[in-house]
């Protein structure tokens, strides 16, 4: 049963070796010139107007995780879609009543505001 995961552990240890090998390289080879340029921070060529670490508005957050949620949601559109003549009128519906769960979800964000940029 070990001989089953030795290609994978094969595999991990030729990761972690060119990885390390990558690093080490690209210390060695790189000239290293610090500036007080070049360790400045920098936002689009202007100076930065605020901290690195302010807070950001939850809406930013609620935003990527409609546009992942909704993303992957309609994904499962792709397989549905392939294996739509094998599924029959089950799975049609099936998938019906799975997209107007999906656009409820949808209108009611919309409704609540949560799309919508001050």
């Not at 690093?23 to 070049?38: C, T, Y």
């Not at 302010?54 to 809406?59: C, I, L, S």
């Amino acid at each position: 049963m070990l001989a089953e995961y030795l290609p994978v552990l094969f595999f991990i240890i030729i990761a972690v070796a060119v990885g390390v090998m990558m690093i080490a390289m690209g210390s060695m080879l790189s000239p290293s010139r610090p500036d007080v340029e070049k360790n400045s921070p920098y936002e689009c060529g202007f100076e930065p107007f605020e901290d690195a670490r302010m807070k950001f508005d939850v809406r930013y957050y609620l935003v990527a995780i409609f546009f992942i949620l909704f993303d992957l949601e309609i994904a499962f559109l792709f397989p549905w879609a392939v294996a739509l003549d094998q599924i029959g009128v089950f799975g049609f519906v099936s998938m019906l009543i799975f997209l107007f769960v999906l656009v409820v979800g949808f209108v009611f964000e919309w409704c609540r505001g949560a799309l919508e940029w001050d």
